[in-house]
C-alpha cells in the first residue's frame, strides 16, 4: 500500500533573557549545579512569580516574525505532575490563552519550492531541571539551575509530509529565533528542542492515523533520522496488518531506532488550571507596535534581496542567509570589496572550509569580515593574486591559532607585505622581466616561432612559468600582455 | 456526584497520597460531597459569562529582566533530605 507520511512538531525554545521567567536568578548555561536556583525556582513555601518583561517582549516579537495573532490577554495555567526536575509539582504554561496564535512560517524543499507551514499556536512556559544519573551511588542527583528558565514552544500544524520537510521547518524556525535573538540556538546546549509527532495513513485517506511522539529530539540531522527510523517502524507495523500504539518513544541516535519509554502506570492527567499567583497578561496595541519596529530583516527577506539586488544565485542566498552571523560576516565583506559574488565565493570557500576544519562558529574566526573585505580588494585591485589572498588569509587564521589574533585591517597590508605578496603590476618592470626571460631561452623562442599561429596560444605557457619563476608576484594578466606583444614583435 | 472506589485510588496516585484499603470507603463519601458542594455552581447560569481567569480584578505586573538573586545554595541545601557536589539527591529515576 502507499502511505502518506504525517508530522507535526513541537519546539522548545529557551528565550535568551538574563533572569528567569519568573525569578532574578541568572540563566547562564554551565554554571555549578544549583547555584542559579533561588527560592522562587526552588518552588519553597510562601514565594511569589513575578512574569519577566522580556520573556513577553522575545515572546510577542516571535509572534510577529510569524505572522502570527498576539494573545492580547493571556492567561499562565498550571500543569501538575509530579517529578523530581520539577520541584514545584507543577509546570506553569499557557493551555487556552496562548501569547501566540495561528502563524505561519515558508519552508524550502528540495526541488527549489517553498511551502507553507501552518503554527499553530506558541506558548510561553518554565523550563525543568536536569536529572543526573550517573556517579550518585544508586541515587539520582539533580540540578535545578535549568528551572525557570523561559521557554516558548511552538506547535505546528502536522502538515509535514517528509522528514526532510520536518527537518527544513526545524531549520528554518532556528534561523528565525537566532535572527531574533530571543535564544542562541545552541543545540548542543540544550537551547532548543524538539518533539516529532509522526503518524502514517493510507494515501488518500482523509482521517490521521494513530501517532507516535519522539521526544527531545536535539540536532537537525537526528531530527531526520528519527523520524525516517520511525517511518520505517509504523510502516512495518501497518504492512504486516498490524496497529500502531499511540506512545512516546525516544530516539537513540547510535542504533539509529526508536524506542517505546516505559509507560506510566497511570495515564497523564496534568489537571490544569489557571496559575493563582500570576494575573493575566494584558496587552495594548501599541505595545505590539512597538515591538514589531525592533524586528529585523528575516532570513527570507535577506535571502530575496541576495537575490534580487546582488544577483547571487537562489543556492548561495539561501546557505548566507541562513545564519545571521554569517549572513552579517558575508555582508560587511561584500559591501567593502562591493562584490557580492566575489565574497560569496569566498564565505562559502575559504571561510566556511577554515569554521568546519577548526571547529568554530564565524564569530570566533581569526579573520574579521572588515579584513576580508580588504583582502578581496586587493584581489580586485591586482594588488594580490588569487593564490596570495589566499596566503594572507591563511596567515591570519594560523595567527589565531597561535593566539596572536589580529583583526585589524592594517594587518592584512602589513602581512602582504611581509610576505612579499604584491603583485608586480608596472608593465615597465614587467618587460624587463621578460625581455630578459626571452634572450635566456633562444630555443624555447624558436619553437614557438616556428609553431602555427592559431596554436600558439598554448605555446605561451612555459613563458609565462619562466617570467613568474623569474620574479615571483607579477601579475598573471600583464605578464601575458607583455609577453604576447614581444613575442609577436619577433615575428 | 458519587465517586467510586477506582476513582478515590486514581486521584490518590496522581497526588501521591498512600491511603490504606480500609480509609477507601471514608475518602469516597468525603470527597464525593466536596463535589456535590462544589457542583451546586453547575446550576448557576453562565451563559454568555466569560470564564474568569483570576478572582482579582487586576493586570499581572512585570519586572525588569535583572539578575537580583546571589547564590544561596549552602543555605538551601540544609533542609534537603540527602546532596552531593551541590546536587539534590533523589531515588534514581531512569526513563
Known amino acids: 500500500m502507499e502511505w502518506e507520511v504525517v508530522i507535526g512538531l513541537e519546539i522548545h525554545a529557551q528565550l535568551a533573557t538574563k533572569s528567569k521567567i519568573f525569578s532574578g536568578a541568572s540563566t547562564q548555561y554551565g554554571a555549578d549545579a544549583n547555584t542559579q536556583a533561588c527560592a522562587v525556582d526552588l518552588g519553597l513555601p510562601g514565594v511569589l512569580p513575578v512574569f519577566n518583561e522580556e520573556a513577553l517582549r522575545m515572546a510577542v516579537k516571535f509572534g510577529l516574525a510569524i505572522d502570527a495573532e498576539i494573545g492580547k490577554k493571556s492567561v499562565f495555567d498550571r500543569k501538575n505532575y509530579f517529578y523530581p526536575d520539577l520541584p514545584k509539582g507543577y509546570q506553569t504554561t499557557q493551555l487556552h490563552h496562548p501569547i501566540v496564535g495561528i502563524g505561519h512560517i515558508d519552508i524550502e524543499l528540495d526541488n527549489g519550492e517553498t511551502k507553507r507551514i501552518n503554527v499553530t499556536r506558541a506558548h510561553l512556559e518554565e523550563d525543568a531541571g536536569k536529572s543526573v544519573h550517573e556517579g550518585f551511588e544508586g541515587m539520582s542527583g539533580i540540578d535545578l539551575n535549568r528551572a525557570g528558565t523561559p521557554l516558548i514552544e511552538i506547535v505546528s500544524e502536522p502538515e509535514m509530509r517528509s522528514a526532510k520537510e520536518a527537518a527544513a521547518y526545524f531549520r528554518k524556525m532556528h534561523s528565525i529565533v537566532t535572527y531574533l535573538g530571543i535564544c542562541d540556538g545552541d543545540l548542543s546546549q540544550g537551547s532548543m528542542r524538539c518533539d516529532c509527532n509522526v503518524s502514517l495513513r493510507p494515501k488518500g485517506q482523509q482521517e490521521f492515523g494513530t501517532r507516535t511522539e519522539i521526544k527531545n529530539v536535539n540536532s537537525f540531522r537526528n531530527v531526520e533520522r528519527a523520524i525516517e527510523a520511525e517511518i520505517a517502524r509504523q510502516m512495518d507495523i501497518l504492512e504486516d496488518g498490524g496497529r500502531i500504539l499511540q506512545e512516546t518513544r525516544l530516539y537513540d541516535a547510535d542504533k539509529n531506532e526508536t524506542r517505546g519509554m516505559r509507560s506510566k502506570e497511570v495515564a497523564n492527567d496534568y489537571r490544569y488550571f489557571p496559575c493563582p499567583d500570576l494575573l493575566p497578561i494584558l496587552i495594548e496595541d501599541n505595545y505590539i507596535e512597538a515591538v514589531r519596529e525592533t524586528l529585523p530583516e528575516l532570513p527570507d527577506a535577506k535571502r530575496h534581496r541576495f537575490v534580487k539586488d546582488h544577483g547571487l544565485s537562489a543556492t548561495d542566498a539561501a546557505v548566507l542567509a541562513a545564519d545571521r552571523e554569517l549572513a552579517h560576516y558575508f555582508e560587511t565583506a561584500a559591501k567593502l570589496v562591493n562584490d557580492y559574488k566575489l565574497a560569496a565565493n569566498w564565505v562559502q570557500g575559504d571561510v566556511s572550509a577554515t569554521l568546519n576544519r577548526l571547529e568554530i562558529s564565524i564569530g570566533q574566526l581569526p579573520v574579521s569580515a572588515e579584513q576580508l573585505g580588504r583582502i578581496l580588494l586587493l584581489i580586485k585591485d591586482s594588488t594580490l593574486n588569487n593564490g596570495g589572498a589566499k596566503e594572507v588569509f591563511n596567515a591570519l587564521v594560523a595567527l589565531g591559532e597561535a593566539g596572536k589574533a589580529d583583526s585589524s585591517v592594517e594587518k592584512v597590508d602589513a602581512l602582504v607585505d611581509s610576505m612579499g605578496l604584491k603583485q608586480v603590476s608596472d608593465t615597465g618592470a614587467i618587460e624587463a622581466i621578460v625581455a630578459e626571460v626571452l634572450a635566456n631561452n633562444p630555443k624555447l623562442v624558436e619553437g614557438y616561432l616556428a609553431t602555427p599561429v592559431e596554436k600558439r596560444g598554448k605555446a605561451m605557457g612555459p613563458f609565462i612559468g619562466l617570467t613568474r619563476k623569474a620574479a615571483a608576484g607579477v601579475n598573471p594578466q600583464v605578464v601575458m600582455e607583455v609577453l604576447k606583444q614581444k613575442l609577436e614583435e619577433l615575428g | ?95
Not at chain 2, 64 to 87: K, S, W
Open chain 2, 1 to 95: 456526584m458519587a465517586l467510586d472506589q477506582d476513582q478515590v485510588r486514581n486521584i490518590a496516585e496522581l497526588c501521591r497520597l498512600q491511603i490504606d484499603d480500609s480509609q477507601i470507603a471514608d475518602y469516597q463519601k468525603n470527597l464525593s460531597s466536596i463535589l456535590d458542594l462544589v457542583n451546586q455552581l453547575a446550576a448557576a447560569n453562565t451563559d454568555g459569562v466569560e470564564p474568569m481567569a483570576h478572582p482579582l480584578d487586576a493586570v499581572q505586573r512585570l519586572r525588569a529582566d535583572l539578575v537580583t538573586e546571589d547564590n544561596q545554595r549552602e543555605h538551601f541545601q540544609q533542609i534537603a533530605p540527602a546532596t552531593d557536589q551541590g546536587y539534590y539527591l533523589v531515588p534514581r529515576v531512569v526513563e
